[in-house]
């Protein structure tokens, strides 16, 4: 019998139902994208089951329910921990999944601590500090110009044209904002002024290699060039991307993005974002362990299309290397490939 797929996800449709605010909801799925991601299984050779996001994913392991494979794509809600949850679950109960492990999830999350460990393998990023509160701004060393966001948010959220700080009024405006809105620190980093890249990657550990990467190009240019939740969300008007071919930074962009990934220990698929300083330097920005797939809308698939890859084999070869983990018994807690 073919093997069975759970599926595991956050639908943007059932939140909203529910209550649940537009920018609640701006990481989850649309219900295209699982239907895309199922009917590609299904494709591939497998057989699906719709489990549901989190707490149904409980219900079910405590019920009995079992998968030879989880699909991973829940994001969770709550919490700098909430990409995690799943994750944490199907290891409880011994079950293999697509995608990182809880402790990369939480990790990466969390801006902060994910620039941490990169530099700390002497990778370039950004000059960064953690807000909590506004008192700490008067002790501020960083300099102008300034990026502010959320600090364990991603999709953009939080990210506008108000952003890009250039004095010390605008930066305590900001932060005192983005206080108040997402109850979190705030992640304040020196700006980079230059090019700005998104590399995907796909396999595990020391077999990972990179896909591809896509440049993105505002078509404002009387703006700062800032891709931001409402950009991503309408970049078919508000984005051009291209093919980075050019060396050597092809080569300079991609060398880090693949060492980044494999130092923060991700697994099976993910999206590194990097942006060049004003030497044209590539530099670290975050990691997306688990990126969006929509087929056509998301970034990971579009690289992907750029570079001849299919979108039936980047979810086949996700699964495939998750598959070999399992059979290589590598998703104990001292394994991380």
Same mark, same amino acid.
């Given at each position: 019998m073919k093997p069975l797929i759970g599926l595991v996800y956050d639908l943007r449709s059932e939140y909203l139902a529910q209550g649940f605010s537009e920018d609640d909801v701006a990481e989850f799925? /649309?219900?295209a994208t699982l239907a895309s991601l199922e009917q590609t299984i299904?494709?591939?050779?497998?057989?699906? +089951?719709?489990?549901g996001n989190g707490k149904t994913l409980s219900l079910k392991?405590?019920?009995?329910?079992? @998968?030879?494979?989880?699909f991973?794509?829940? +994001?969770?809600?709550g919490g700098r921990c909430r990409e995690a949850y799943v994750p944490a679950m199907l290891e409880l109960y011994g079950i293999p999944y697509t995608f990182s492990d809880p402790l990369v999830c939480a990790l990466?999350?969390?801006?902060?601590?994910?620039k941490r460990i990169v530099a700390q393998h002497g990778l370039a990023t950004p000059a960064f500090s953690v807000i909590e509160?506004?008192?700490q701004l008067s002790a501020l060393s960083l300099k102008y110009p300034l990026f502010a966001k959320p600090l364990a948010e991603g999709t953009g959220k939080g990210i506008d044209q108000n952003s890009h700080i250039d004095t010390p009024h605008q930066l305590q405006s900001v932060c005192a904002a983005l206080l108040a809105k997402y109850n979190q620190p705030v992640l304040v980093e020196e700006f980079l002024p230059g090019r700005e890249f998104t590399t995907g990657i796909l396999g595990t550990g020391a077999d990972a290699r990179v896909i591809g990467t896509m440049e993105i190009h505002m078509r404002n240019q009387n703006e700062p060039a800032i891709y931001s939740y409402l950009n991503k969300e309408e970049c078919e008007s508000q984005i051009d991307y291209s093919t980075l071919t050019a060396q050597p930074l092809k080569d300079q962009v +991609?060398?880090?993005a693949l060492r980044s990934y494999q130092v923060l220990q991700c697994r099976d698929s993910g999206r590194v974002d990097i942006r060049c300083d004003a030497a044209g330097k590539p530099c670290f920005i975050e990691i997306n362990p688990l990126a969006g797939l929509h087929p056509q809308h998301s970034d990971l698939p579009m690289i992907c299309t750029r570079h001849d890859m299919s979108y039936q084999t980047l979810i086949g070869s996700i699964l495939q290397s998750a598959f070999a983990r399992?059979?290589?018994? /590598?998703? /104990?807690? @001292?394994?991380v490939c």
């Amino acid at each position: 019998m073919k093997p069975l797929i759970g599926l595991v996800y956050d639908l943007r449709s059932e939140y909203l139902a529910q209550g649940f605010s537009e920018d609640d909801v701006a990481e989850f799925d /649309s219900d295209a994208t699982l239907a895309s991601l199922e009917q590609t299984i299904q494709d591939c050779g497998y057989r699906t +089951e719709r489990i549901g996001n989190g707490k149904t994913l409980s219900l079910k392991l405590a019920a009995g329910h079992r @998968w030879d494979m989880v699909f991973n794509i829940a +994001e969770g809600i709550g919490g700098r921990c909430r990409e995690a949850y799943v994750p944490a679950m199907l290891e409880l109960y011994g079950i293999p999944y697509t995608f990182s492990d809880p402790l990369v999830c939480a990790l990466t999350l969390d801006k902060a601590m994910t620039k941490r460990i990169v530099a700390q393998h002497g990778l370039a990023t950004p000059a960064f500090s953690v807000i909590e509160r506004i008192s700490q701004l008067s002790a501020l060393s960083l300099k102008y110009p300034l990026f502010a966001k959320p600090l364990a948010e991603g999709t953009g959220k939080g990210i506008d044209q108000n952003s890009h700080i250039d004095t010390p009024h605008q930066l305590q405006s900001v932060c005192a904002a983005l206080l108040a809105k997402y109850n979190q620190p705030v992640l304040v980093e020196e700006f980079l002024p230059g090019r700005e890249f998104t590399t995907g990657i796909l396999g595990t550990g020391a077999d990972a290699r990179v896909i591809g990467t896509m440049e993105i190009h505002m078509r404002n240019q009387n703006e700062p060039a800032i891709y931001s939740y409402l950009n991503k969300e309408e970049c078919e008007s508000q984005i051009d991307y291209s093919t980075l071919t050019a060396q050597p930074l092809k080569d300079q962009v +991609e060398t880090l993005a693949l060492r980044s990934y494999q130092v923060l220990q991700c697994r099976d698929s993910g999206r590194v974002d990097i942006r060049c300083d004003a030497a044209g330097k590539p530099c670290f920005i975050e990691i997306n362990p688990l990126a969006g797939l929509h087929p056509q809308h998301s970034d990971l698939p579009m690289i992907c299309t750029r570079h001849d890859m299919s979108y039936q084999t980047l979810i086949g070869s996700i699964l495939q290397s998750a598959f070999a983990r399992a059979d290589r018994k /590598s998703d /104990s807690a @001292w394994t991380v490939c």
